[in-house]
């Protein structure tokens, strides 16, 4: 069995991972690891590739290569509500949308896969999809558009769009239960070539997460130099977030999959494994 002694680790590069990685950040470097910023997509493709070896992804990437993957416990990305970073925008009522072109950002698929969800069960309509970059003005003939992360931060504080649907809240308006929008998951097979250098890459990102929630004024500090909003919005929107993978979270996690499987988009239902 070959084992390595380097790990290529992915990187959400928006705010909302900030206090998993913030104290961390510093001593990586120093510790073996390859850290890989990207959009959730990217990560998502690099991943499934193997050219990362562990990474947070999209919910939806496990859902539909989960045979290839393990999930990190007691990490994810996930809320009981509001979310205030994924966020759909619409120049019109959102029950007049059907056959209407909406734009969706590439950055994400599980917030693209949750819209469709949402959409259809909570509206009763279902849009045109497009997918393309994300612009403060709709392209010509669009109607609505779907803006994660960063991105979703500077649209809402615009003001431009009449009507908007936080994600989070309108999934926990529809299952009861918490949205969770991505997770940490290791290849399969890297983590039974190197069980300990996973191990100790987990442990690692939980103590970072532990200290990063401690120390949440640091982190809303060095946020604030990577976005246009203040402090009190920033420690509102890091306390909105949950950063756990309790068996509630699970739950959701799997309502989810459930959806998907019924929409088509996943073939079968996911397990959750974990290492």
Not at 1 to 23: D, E, K, T
Not at 134 to 145: C, S, T
Request: net charge neutral.
């Amino acid at each position: 069995m070959q084992q390595s002694s380097r790990i290529r680790v992915g990187r959400i590069h928006y705010i909302n991972v900030l206090p998993v990685y913030h104290a961390l950040e510093q001593t990586c470097g120093g510790n073996g690891w390859q850290l890989v910023p990207g959009a959730p997509a990217e990560l998502n493709g690099l991943l499934f590739r193997g050219e990362l070896d562990l990474s947070g992804i999209s919910s939806v990437e496990y859902g539909r290569h989960w045979r290839e993957y393990l999930l990190l416990p007691q990490l994810s990305i996930s809320t009981a509500g509001d979310v205030r970073s994924v966020l759909f925008f619409s120049r019109i009522p959102f029950s007049g949308l059907s056959g209407k072109e909406v734009v969706l950002s590439a950055s994400s698929a599980t917030s693209a896969a949750l819209l469709k969800v949402l959409l259809y069960e909570l509206f009763g309509v279902q849009p045109f999809y497009r997918t393309a970059p994300v612009r403060d003005h709709l392209p010509d003939g669009a109607y609505g558009l779907l803006a994660i992360g960063d991105e979703a931060l500077r649209l809402r504080a615009t003001g431009r769009y009449p009507y908007f649907l936080d994600l989070g809240r309108a999934w926990h308006d529809l299952t009861g239960l918490p949205f969770v929008f991505g997770v940490w998951a290791v290849r399969r097979k890297f983590y039974n070539e190197n069980p300990e250098l996973v191990q100790r890459v987990h442990q690692a990102l939980l103590e970072s997460k532990a200290q990063g929630l401690a120390g949440l004024e640091d982190v809303c500090r060095h946020a604030s130099t990577l976005v246009k909003m203040s402090l009190p919005d920033l420690r509102h929107y890091f306390h909105l977030l949950n950063y756990d993978l309790e068996p509630r979270q699970q739950e959701g996690l799997s309502a989810f999959f459930r959806y998907l499987h019924h929409f088509g988009v996943l073939e079968d239902l996911p397990e959750l494994e974990f290492i």
